[in-house]
């Protein structure tokens, strides 16, 4: 892929000139709904770029306005677990990035391993563990702070919360490799290790956007409790329910934030 080409094809189809960019989770592709003055790209008019697979991911590029702020959105993502490489999986960072977009909002659906958090609830990430264990079997460190996480940002979106009357958790984001999801003893380790939410995505693409120092803030809507903390079984299909329930929050989260940044 030759990311400066597929910018300018972008910028042709769309006339997009902007520096604000999202990448929407499972679930949560409504919020596109929102945008005025669209044009939509999808994912295989790009030459050479990955196609999402997943249930709840659209696989396409929405431009347009949102609250007259002109928005690049990535309707639906790349996992590791769909056979992408990591270079393959932040295709979207690096596109943004030749556009050049300065701020990412990057949204996900995950579980929640704290307890005092609930289904339907939403949480600002402030840091990540990468639990893929593909840099070997040492136990991960939790990255908090620059490069990755603004903390300017993350005051931002508590702030826009509170005006919007919505609950707001922060915490520590756990990657996971997946597809599966966790084991109840994984998740007691992941617990273990100071995870308070876990998913399989979004971490990579932060790394991205430190690497190339733009401003990544991260909203998750965490649509269930992790495996083994109740007793209940994980389902994709109810992931993708509950994610559609709460993306009214995140887009009203959203309305508000982007005044702010």
């Given at each position: 892929?030759?990311?400066?080409?597929?910018?300018e094809f972008i910028v042709e189809k769309s006339g997009f000139s902007g520096n604000l960019?999202?990448?929407?989770?499972?679930?949560?592709?409504?919020?596109?709904?929102?945008?005025?003055?669209?044009?939509?790209?999808?994912?295989?008019?790009?030459?050479?770029?990955?196609?999402?697979?997943?249930?709840?991911?659209?696989?396409?590029?929405?431009?347009?306005?949102?609250?007259?702020?002109?928005?690049?959105?990535?309707?639906?993502?790349?996992?590791?677990?769909?056979?992408?490489?990591?270079?393959?999986?932040?295709?979207?960072?690096?596109?943004?990035?030749?556009?050049?977009?300065?701020?990412?909002?990057?949204?996900?659906?995950?579980?929640?391993?704290?307890?005092?958090?609930?289904?339907?609830?939403?949480?600002?990430?402030?840091?990540?563990?990468?639990?893929?264990?593909?840099?070997?079997?040492?136990?991960?460190?939790?990255?908090?702070?620059?490069?990755?996480?603004?903390?300017?940002?993350?005051?931002?979106?508590?702030?826009?919360?509170?005006?919007?009357?919505?609950?707001?958790?922060?915490?520590?984001?756990?990657?996971?490799?997946?597809?599966?999801?966790?084991?109840?003893?994984?998740?007691?380790?992941?617990?273990?290790?100071?995870?308070?939410?876990?998913?399989?995505?979004?971490?990579?693409?932060?790394?991205?956007?430190?690497?190339?120092?733009?401003?990544?803030?991260?909203?998750?809507?965490?649509?269930?409790?992790?495996?083994?903390?109740?007793?209940?079984?994980?389902?994709?299909?109810?992931?993708?329910?509950?994610?559609?329930?709460?993306?009214?929050?995140?887009?009203?989260?959203?309305?508000?934030?982007?005044?702010?940044?």
């Amino acid at each position: 892929m030759h990311f400066p080409s597929l910018a300018e094809f972008i910028v042709e189809k769309s006339g997009f000139s902007g520096n604000l960019g999202m990448i929407l989770g499972s679930g949560l592709s409504s919020i596109s709904n929102e945008l005025t003055n669209t044009i939509e790209i999808p994912y295989q008019d790009l030459n050479g770029f990955p196609i999402s697979t997943v249930l709840g991911h659209d696989g396409k590029i929405v431009v347009g306005y949102l609250e007259d702020i002109p928005v690049i959105i990535a309707s639906g993502r790349f996992h590791y677990y769909e056979g992408y490489s990591f270079h393959e999986v932040v295709s979207l960072v690096k596109v943004f990035y030749e556009l050049g977009i300065q701020k990412i909002i990057i949204t996900n659906s995950s579980g929640a391993l704290n307890r005092s958090f609930k289904p339907g609830e939403l949480i600002v990430i402030n840091g990540h563990l990468d639990c893929t264990y593909r840099n070997g079997y040492k136990d991960p460190t939790i990255w908090k702070g620059l490069p990755f996480y603004n903390s300017d940002l993350i005051k931002k979106a508590k702030e826009s919360a509170k005006e919007c009357s919505i609950k707001l958790n922060e915490g520590v984001y756990c990657w996971t490799q997946g597809p599966s999801y966790e084991t109840p003893a994984e998740v007691q380790e992941l617990i273990r290790l100071g995870g308070d939410a876990v998913g399989m995505s979004t971490v990579p693409e932060v790394i991205e956007s430190g690497r190339l120092k733009m401003d990544a803030l991260v909203l998750s809507c965490m649509t269930n409790m992790a495996a083994g903390i109740i007793d209940k079984p994980l389902d994709h299909n109810e992931v993708v329910s509950v994610a559609n329930k709460s993306s009214k929050d995140m887009t009203k989260l959203i309305y508000k934030l982007i005044k702010k940044i």
